[in-house]
């Protein structure tokens, strides 16, 4: 899928998601008081979240450099990793969060040299995104919470370095060995995306909950060459599906 395919679907997903939120609070009205009786098992609606779990994350960017001679191909696959944030309900249907997401995804770098294709070298580019969420929830019931909503990220990303030979005796000699090194040019950056989420109710009580996120992130890792070569971007974006639990209270 293009990045811009990709902005495209998240953007109509943050305006649609905010339509459902304003016509639910312009149309919401108070549920009549039950019994006690009645409503004594229900899990209690708590204003704290903690989520925590894995990510499974796609990334597919991919790039070519030219350098003299021949050039570099740069290509970017899979990822995943962890997560954590806690969110506050300020409204009852919107909610601000402060997460933590961190993910490594395969960077394959390889040389090129005319019809000749010399080495591919697998590394892995680590990139850790501090997020401020604002979650609209247009579902939420005591046992089942559905929100979406924009968010802003802080990405710093690792210095791992990838080699990639030009010379068909380098390896296992190194004898006149050419190669080139790459390694991540901007420590950080501030950027944008969104995200759709459910946490489900799990006991009784209402503080353990089973929850999820699909979510996307406007992300770029730029890289140069260690001898002063050619550089270059490629396109990070991961689509990271989140799976874990949560703790309400």
């Not at 740069?74 to 954590?84: E, K, T, Y």
């Not at 990303?157 to 296992?172: A, E, L, Q």
Request: aromatic content about 12%.
């Amino acid at each position: 899928m293009k990045k811009t395919n990709l902005t495209a679907l998240f953007l109509i997903l943050v305006l649609v998601t905010l339509l459902i939120s304003m016509a639910s609070s312009a149309f919401a009205h108070e549920e009549p008081v039950a019994e006690e009786s009645t409503t004594i098992d229900q899990p209690k609606v708590r204003d704290w979240i903690l989520r925590f779990g894995f990510v499974v994350a796609e990334t597919s960017g991919s790039t070519s450099v030219d350098l003299d001679p021949g050039s570099v191909d740069a290509r970017l696959s899979g990822g995943g990793g962890g997560f954590a944030n806690i969110e506050y309900k300020v409204l009852p249907y919107l909610g601000l969060e402060f997460g933590s997401t961190t993910i490594g995804a395969d960077l394959n770098v390889s040389a090129n040299v005319g019809t000749k294709h010399y080495s591919t070298d697998v590394d892995v580019l680590g990139m850790s995104a501090l997020t401020l969420a604002a979650n609209f929830h247009f579902v939420r019931t005591p046992t089942v919470n559905v929100y979406a909503g924009p968010m802003l990220a802080f990405n710093r990303y690792s210095k791992w370095t990838v080699h990639s030979d030009w010379d068909d005796g380098c390896w296992p000699t190194k004898h006149d060995c050419g190669w080139v090194s790459w390694e991540s040019r901007n420590d950080s950056e501030v950027t944008w995306g969104a995200k759709i989420g459910i946490d489900i109710v799990l006991t009784k009580r209402g503080n353990w909950a089973l929850s999820g996120s699909l979510s996307y992130l406007d992300a770029t890792y730029n890289f140069d060459e260690l001898d002063g070569g050619g550089s270059g971007s490629i396109d990070f974006d991961p689509l990271m599906f989140s799976f874990g639990g949560g703790f309400r209270f």
